[in-house]
């Protein structure tokens, strides 16, 4: 029978891989404002998701708005298409 009420008390933490520091508020508010400056954000974007440097929070971050990029750029082809489609179909039955 095991008598051990909890098996996490006797983890060695010394042994633990050290974990990221957290990133500030201020860490925050910085990124946040490279990020809205026009070209400058896409160069900051993928430095920080593939560079190698950044905070692993800050690269998740980069990868998830890159992607979250990718779709709106994809909604936006299949848009265009469907509307030049249209005006394209309607100007011919005219």
């Given at each position: ?13 010394a042994n633990q891989p ?77």
């Amino acid at each position: 029978m095991n008598t051990n009420v909890n098996p996490g008390a006797n983890v060695n933490y010394a042994n633990q891989p050290q974990s990221a520091p957290i990133l500030t508020v201020k860490d925050w508010l910085v990124t946040m404002l490279i990020l809205i400056i026009p070209v400058v954000n896409l160069i900051m974007l993928f430095v920080w998701a593939f560079g190698g440097g950044a905070n692993p929070s800050k690269a998740n971050y980069a990868k998830a708005a890159l992607i979250w990029m990718v779709i709106a750029f994809v909604l936006y082809l299949i848009m265009t298409f469907l509307i030049v489609g249209l005006i394209g179909s309607s100007v011919k039955m005219k």
